[in-house]
């Protein structure tokens, strides 16, 4: 199965759609829809943009293995929240039930995913509540924004990362707290902040 047949049906199943649903939205036969799904073809540019609106999304979207979930009729794309990780594994945090963050196309492509800023260990950088779309990624360059988990705890934090040659230092913009040292406590780093949205900017 093709990539974009996997988009395509992915999507369809998200929206509770039957390929017939998904035809009579479009306006697309249903013997097309089902090649697509079975990357038997892939659709073209003018079919393309017929699935996009019937989708709700901006044709690029469908180009892109990301998760990104259709709301509505003005292609507002949206990314899961993250919150916690699973002690002990090296997977990605989980998402929380139901919580979904509005994005650009441009902010999607970018992110895997959204995690919401908890304390004031980071301000006047962050503020609590503030989103930061994170890319995951096990590493890190000096001075980059990042997530990681402390000692297996199963919460996440955003720190700046200072790179001292031999260990590194979690570093919070708030000087009230301490850095955390590679050298005394066990760090995982998990991602990079790519993008934050501020707390007043979002209705």
């Known amino acids: ?19 017939t649903e998904l035809a009579k ?4 036969d249903r013997s097309l829809i089902s090649q697509w799904e079975h990357g038997k073809q892939d659709p073209s540019a003018k079919h393309l943009f017929k699935l996009a609106r019937a989708f ?3 044709a690029e979207a469908l180009l892109f293995d990301k998760e990104l979930v259709p709301t509505g009729p003005q292609g507002e794309l949206r990314l899961p929240v993250m919150s916690r990780v699973k002690a002990g594994t090296a997977a990605p945090p989980v998402p929380v039930e139901d919580e979904t963050v509005s994005v650009t196309l441009e902010e999607a492509l970018a992110a895997d ?11 006047p950088e962050l503020h609590p509540g503030d989103h930061c779309g994170v890319r ?5 360059a000096h001075d980059d ?34 850095p955390y040292s590679s ?14 949205k501020r707390w007043y900017e979002r209705g």
């Open 113 to 123: 995913a959204v995690i919401e800023v908890k304390g004031d260990s980071m301000l």
């Open 183 to 196: 050298k005394r406590h066990r760090i995982r780093i998990l991602g990079k902040v790519i993008w934050v």
């Open 145 to 178: 924004l990042i997530v990681a988990l402390i000692d297996d705890f199963d919460d996440i934090t955003v720190k700046r990362f200072q790179s001292k040659g031999d260990h590194f230092l979690l570093v919070p913009s708030n000087k009230a707290y301490p």
């Open 25 to 28: 939205r479009s306006q697309i």
């Open 136 to 140: 995951w990624q096990d590493h890190a």
């Open 56 to 58: 709700g999304l901006p």
């Open 1 to 19: 199965m093709s990539g974009i047949g996997v988009r395509i049906k992915a999507l369809r199943e998200k929206m509770g759609w039957t390929q």
